[in-house]
């Protein structure tokens, strides 16, 4: 069985296109009308083609934790001038969890995800005395049901700290040692630059002994004196794991008005392979001040880190939780908003975005022949739109969302307008 989509536009590449696809992958791609073949067609009709979209960061245990807005009592706290005070928050919500309510809400977070075209998600989940290994366990059936339609790497996050609780650095290992793929880390919600840096040792010690990939959340924190992720980054190349870091949100001292150190750790960044990751819907609402004018932007240095060549992606972060109670699992709606996060509505901005959402996020996965191009998996997406500043000015859906190049999801909802001719 093989399929041609006819008549597709590949972003950032001009002209129209036959794309043939055999075996699951695209087999041959070719301008339009040039009798490509394929025992079945899908016309595209001059709408875009282009990978799945890749969630960078999702934190796929509390999703649909929180109630309304407005519902009383309202468990969604994050408007509050102590984000610290957020994480505490939770844990009586998480005393509530059990591993069906977990797969069933994570289940959904991830249909309703593919519905708007995301096809990979790097997950984190809590690893702690306050849920042991069960969120880790959900995750890992996961990624077992969703094989072959989604990718999932689980992260193993120990979200209530690790110095001064051996408890779950033990956690820790042993979630890495069932199938986690990556080791998390919360370096700045320690007590102390000292307390920061024993939790960074504990997290490259696991990942390294265990040969995982490390993902921690850096600097989260308005405290311009914050620079967790320079010792982060620093640790990783000492200790040999260049190319196999990433690091989320990334604020502190970067979003301060000393450029030397922004120039330094940028540098570092890019020596060392580091994928930043920003989540700018939740950013923006926990992030950037409270009370004071000027208001900061409350996300990290995006453009110079992009500028530089470090490799940034974006994150859905959270979904109707106590740190966001929107959300949705649509990759065009986080870019969207990221255009206006980081002002970047230009030419090349919403490449820059584009990739953001695509291509920057399976580098960091290390998605294997991702992407639109001959030999690729064909994970596809096909919209209406016929750019991607239109996928974007529309927030779209994609029409069709193929899975190895079989049809997954067809989106045929049509307005009508009763009464107006």
Excluded at 218 to 236: E, R
Aim: some cysteine.
């Amino acid at each position: 069985m093989s399929l041609a989509i006819r008549n597709a536009r590949i972003p950032f590449t001009p002209g129209i296109w036959d794309i043939l696809v055999e075996g699951g992958r695209v087999a041959n791609i070719q301008s339009a009308g040039g009798g490509l073949g394929g025992s079945d067609v899908l016309d595209a009709e001059g709408g875009t083609v282009c990978p799945g979209f890749v969630d960078s960061h999702i934190h796929l245990d509390k999703v649909y934790t929180a109630n309304s807005l407005d519902e009383t009592p309202v468990k969604w706290e994050a408007n509050t001038k102590d984000t610290n005070s957020i994480i505490p928050s939770v844990r009586s919500i998480k005393e509530g969890f059990t591993e069906e309510d977990l797969l069933e809400r994570g289940r959904k977070a991830l249909v309703e995800a593919i519905k708007y075209g995301t096809t990979a998600h790097r997950v984190f989940v809590d690893v702690d005395s306050v849920v042991g290994l069960k969120c880790v366990n959900a995750a890992m059936k996961l990624k077992r049901e969703f094989r072959g339609l989604i990718d999932i790497q689980v992260v193993a996050f120990p979200q209530e700290g690790l110095v001064g609780n051996p408890e779950n650095v033990e956690l820790l290992y042993k979630a890495a040692e069932l199938g986690a793929d990556v080791v998390g880390g919360i370096p700045w919600y320690e007590n102390s630059v000292d307390d920061a840096n024993q939790h960074l040792d504990k997290v490259v010690s696991v990942a390294k002994s265990l040969d995982k990939d490390v993902h921690v959340v850096a600097d989260d924190t308005d405290d311009p004196l914050s620079t967790n992720i320079l010792s982060f980054i620093s640790k990783c190349l000492r200790e040999g794991l260049k190319d196999r870091c990433a690091a989320s949100q990334c604020r502190g001292a970067l979003d301060s008005p000393n450029d030397a150190y922004v120039d330094r750790v940028v540098k570092l960044a890019k020596l060392a392979g580091l994928s930043v990751v920003e989540n700018p819907q939740t950013s923006l609402i926990l992030s950037g001040g409270w009370g004071a004018h000027p208001f900061k932007r409350g996300i990290t240095r995006v453009i110079e880190f992009a500028n530089a060549g470090v490799n940034v992606a974006v994150g859905q972060d959270d979904i109707q939780d106590a740190y966001y109670p929107f959300g949705r699992g649509s990759m065009v709606e986080v870019g969207f908003i990221m255009i206006h996060a980081a002002r970047m509505a230009t030419t090349d901005g919403l490449r820059l975005i584009y990739n953001m959402i695509t291509h920057n996020g399976a580098k960091m996965m290390k998605l294997t022949d991702y992407g639109v191009g001959q030999g690729c998996v064909a994970n596809l997406l096909i919209f209406a739109e016929k750019s991607v500043h239109e996928v974007f000015k529309n927030i779209a859906r994609p029409r069709h969302v193929l899975i190895r190049g079989a049809p997954l999801l067809t989106n045929n909802a049509e307005t009508r307008f009763h009464g107006i001719q």
